[in-house]
């Protein structure tokens, strides 16, 4: 949430004090919506010194988890539907990630960024938000898309060349998949002002990377975010690569939610790979910015587990024994072994969960089985409302290239 800051003594005249006033007013009432969840504005400001975590690697609860420990990071065990219907779609995830990176070596989907290692993060972005809260994802968030709802081939229409992003965002209340980096948290917060100005209680879920925080979009939209004291979480996935950056050269700060502090909004660090941890921080924070505490930056601790896409080799810049220790830290297998010994998952629940998540793959495997006609000349009909001269000048010049190309395969073909 902002942090109250006293700027006022420097602004004289009536018009900054009118506006020293109400920023003063915003600060005082997003310091009373987090009172009212127990929790002081000194304490909840700085992230928990470690990243929260209530079920271990080995799917064992923690027994004294962060919450214990320090005031202001205590968070409560969310229910048993949320969890099952959470572990349902990390396997559904897993399936997907798994399915789309195999369409895309069968030549079916030009590139794929897979979330595999990722689905806890994309699956509590997804179930943290009510029907009427925003989303917007990066390319990497497929599984979060298809999580809140939109239809799995609409959601890879993107990834498999066509001009436009196959869903309609107002449907779902999930922006179109980012490629430019960092983009999207303009939108959100855009979309995050206007429902304010409106009057309407939405949420708005931003999401990025660990290496979209070095970009001067990031800084906009979080500095914009405090100072209007909107109703965003920043959900900063820190996969520790940027392709092939690693953290260690992307960033000195003590940790990426700590970024949040300078701009006057709290900070919090959770185990990426934890959904119970991440529905709880998620959740609460979705609860704290709907009560007007303003915007909130989580960092979720993970890993990407495979390549950056299909086009890239991370055995060029990391190790194996890296990935393996990764591997013993995924989200999957910690949270079966955690539903299973609290007897909530059977072998009989996990086969009905596994034939949905075949039946996502199959559906996949079918729509991306057929061709969608494209037509070339689409690349420059939705740029601008009216094509500027060098937009035509490129349309005729792929015209006429392709033309060409049409009457040498004619000629070509051998004459009976
Ligand atoms: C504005 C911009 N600059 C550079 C790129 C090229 N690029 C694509 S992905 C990527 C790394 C992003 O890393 P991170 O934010 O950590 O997300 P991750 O891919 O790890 O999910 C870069 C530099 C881009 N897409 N957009
Ligand atoms: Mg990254």
Not at 56 to 78: K, M, R, S, V
Not at 171 to 200: D, F, M, N, S
Not at 216 to 242: K, S, W
Not at 285 to 290: E, I, M, P, S
Request: aromatic content about 6%; proline content about 6%; some cysteine.
């Amino acid at each position: 949430m902002t942090i109250s800051a006293d700027h006022t003594a420097q602004q004289p005249g009536p018009a900054a004090a009118g506006a020293a006033d109400s920023t003063a007013g915003a600060a005082d009432a997003a310091s009373e919506a987090v009172r009212k969840f127990g929790i002081t504005v000194e304490d909840y400001m700085l992230p928990a010194r470690h990243p929260i975590q209530i079920v271990g690697p080995d799917g064992a609860l923690n027994p004294d988890t962060e919450q214990g420990a320090q005031p202001g990071h205590e968070y409560g065990l969310p229910g048993d539907a949320e969890l099952l219907a959470a572990y349902e779609q990390l396997v559904v995830g897993r399936r997907v990630n798994d399915q789309n990176s195999a369409l895309v070596r069968q030549g079916r989907m030009a590139v794929y960024p897979s979330s595999h290692g990722q689905e806890a993060c994309q699956v509590a972005a997804a179930l943290c938000l009510s029907d009427g809260d925003w989303m917007f994802p990066t390319y990497r968030d497929s599984v979060a898309v298809m999580a809140r709802g939109v239809d799995p081939v609409q959601a890879m229409t993107l990834f498999r060349g066509d001009w436009h992003g196959g869903y309609d965002p107002s449907e779902h209340k999930v922006g179109i998949q980012c490629t430019p980096l960092t983009t999207q948290l303009l939108h959100a917060v855009g979309v995050a002002h206007a429902a304010k100005l409106r009057g309407e209680d939405t949420v708005v879920l931003a999401m990025c990377g660990d290496g979209a925080t070095s970009e001067g979009d990031f800084h906009e939209a979080l500095n914009f975010a405090a100072v209007f004291h909107l109703p965003v979480i920043f959900f900063v996935q820190n996969n520790q690569y940027a392709i092939s950056v690693p953290l260690a050269h992307q960033s000195v700060a003590p940790s990426l939610a700590h970024k949040a502090v300078g701009y006057g909004m709290a900070g919090e660090r959770v185990d990426g790979n934890d959904v119970v941890a991440l529905l709880a921080v998620l959740g609460r924070a979705v609860q704290l910015a709907r009560s007007g505490s303003g915007p909130l930056l989580v960092e979720a601790h993970t890993y990407r587990m495979q390549a950056h896409t299909n086009a890239d080799d991370a055995t060029r810049y990391r190790q194996d024994s890296e990935v393996a220790e990764w591997v013993a830290k995924d989200p999957l297998s910690r949270m079966k072994a955690y539903l299973t010994d609290r007897g909530l998952l059977d072998d009989d629940g996990a086969s009905r969960i596994s034939a949905k998540a075949e039946a996502v793959a199959a559906q996949l495997r079918e729509g991306l089985g057929e061709d969608v006609p494209v037509d070339p000349q689409d690349l420059f009909k939705y740029v601008f409302s009216a094509p500027n001269p060098q937009l035509k000048e490129q349309a005729a010049l792929l015209a006429d290239e392709l033309a060409r190309d049409a009457a040498a395969t004619t000629s070509e073909e051998p004459t009976r």
